[in-house]
């Protein structure tokens, strides 16, 4: 079936066993308690889900299959004179569970180099779109589009056993995966460079020819989009992109519909639309103050009109995290590494050193630290990557290493469709105030 397949096959049998006899053991018992509050509140810290590439913890910050992210830039494979870890290797490792050699992440970047071609009709279908849509609008339709290569559509449609689930997602995963930088870098050449569009080396790894189809040729661009690609893969299962490629997955969709339901929740402004959001608010910034060099009392006055006119700062908070988040912190050393005298990412350092201070006064925000999409728009700004509206898209295409690593297992796993209860706020009334037992409709 191939090196990788068979190694992910003999762990997904290993620990589908291990699943299987902790339910049969303990799964009566409850994990947690439930608040009312939560019900009404997206669910926050509710566990309901199982997603084995990755764990967010709310001090330590996200860990793939137990590592750092500073551990993997160690460890995991690098390109030849790089220094920032290849997102093959973090593909791998979320996939296998086990730190990829160096043979294992060129075995898979020659895989996704063969499986890299996009039908001609897919580019006809994204023409057919005005050159003024989104393109993130533009990206999920292409991927609609790709949807008539799937392997697992067509297997299931000729009665596919339930055992094979895992080995058509895991084909459709790859191919998908393959595809993506191409057909997120053609709509960035159509878009912004006048449809000059540039044809894939065979030769780079995935971030790098991604890089150069995009039309950079820097080789600190194509590190940044190593590290960018790796950090931004995956952030576990309850994110938006990643809960709906696995809720509309649990369907039996196949990877494509699936990925497209979660590109579709990662356009929103609460989601990865932010990093957008993040460099829009420093250019307003500097607009507003005149200078492309604030003072830190510049932006002290500016973050509390953005608070006084109901706003947020966008890039400050997260769901989970409680500290700095370790993706900031990585672009952070890249930043300092490579650009150190650089105006806007400069900016943004004196934004990390000033907000925090400010919302930490605001008795509702536990959580005054910046996020990942608080830096990422400065780095690529430096490259002359200024068009922010296609921040998202490689957000996109970098959540897919970890959103379809996820489904693989979803599939391999046999996990059921996605069903949670539902109840009205009459029937919560009912049982907070006794009137009703818990196990009522």
Do not use: C
């Amino acid at each position: 079936m191939g090196v990788i397949k068979d190694r992910f096959k003999q762990k997904a049998d290993e620990v589908t066993a291990e699943i299987k006899e902790l339910i049969s053991e303990h799964g009566d018992k409850k994990i947690g308690e439930i608040k009312l509050s939560q019900v009404y509140q997206g669910m926050r810290g509710m566990i309901g889900l199982v997603t084995e590439t990755s764990l967010l913890d709310p001090q330590e910050g996200i860990r793939f299959r137990g590592y750092s992210i500073p551990e993997l830039q160690q460890k995991l494979p690098k390109a030849p004179g790089g220094n920032e870890p290849l997102p093959e290797g973090l593909f791998y490792l979320m996939l296998v569970g086990e730190l990829p050699t160096e043979e294992d992440v060129t075995h898979l970047t020659s895989v996704w180099q063969r499986r890299s071609h996009v039908p001609n009709y897919v580019f006809d279908t994204i023409e057919a779109l005005p050159i003024t849509a989104h393109p993130m609008t533009q990206f999920v339709i292409a991927i609609m589009s790709l949807q008539t290569q799937s392997q697992f559509a067509k297997l299931y449609a000729k009665g596919m056993n339930k055992k094979d689930y895992w080995n058509a997602a895991f084909d459709d995963a790859m191919d998908l995966i393959a595809r993506l930088p191409r057909i997120a870098a053609y709509i960035y050449r159509r878009k912004y460079k006048g449809g000059d569009h540039i044809q894939p080396n065979g030769l780079l790894d995935w971030a790098g020819n991604f890089a150069h189809m995009m039309g950079y040729e820097d080789e600190g661009f194509k590190e940044l989009m190593r590290l960018y690609m790796t950090i931004h893969s995956d952030h576990e299962g309850g994110n938006v992109s990643a809960h709906a490629t696995h809720l509309v997955g649990s369907a039996l969709s196949d990877p494509y519909l699936s990925f497209a339901a979660g590109m579709n929740g990662l356009a929103g402004p609460l989601h990865g639309l932010a990093n957008q959001e993040v460099i829009k608010w420093i250019f307003e910034l500097r607009e507003r103050i005149g200078s492309e060099t604030p003072t830190k009392e510049q932006i002290t006055e500016y973050v509390k009109q953005t608070l006084s006119e109901g706003k947020v700062v966008p890039g400050y908070g997260h769901a989970v995290l409680r500290k700095t988040d370790p993706r900031f912190t990585a672009q952070m050393e890249f930043g300092k590494k490579h650009m150190p005298d650089d105006p806007l990412v400069n900016t943004v350092w004196n934004v990390y050193h000033t907000v925090p201070e400010i919302l930490s006064n605001i008795a509702k925000i536990k959580n005054p630290w910046p996020n990942v999409d608080a830096h990422s728009g400065a780095l690529l700004v430096h490259y002359g990557m200024v068009e922010y509206e296609f921040y998202t898209v490689l957000f996109g295409v970098a959540r897919s290493l970890g959103v379809l690593a996820s489904l693989v297992w979803d599939r391999a796993l046999g996990l059921p469709i996605e069903r949670p209860k539902s109840v009205t706020t009459k029937a919560l009334l009912k049982r907070v105030t006794g009137e009703a037992e818990d196990d009522d409709e």
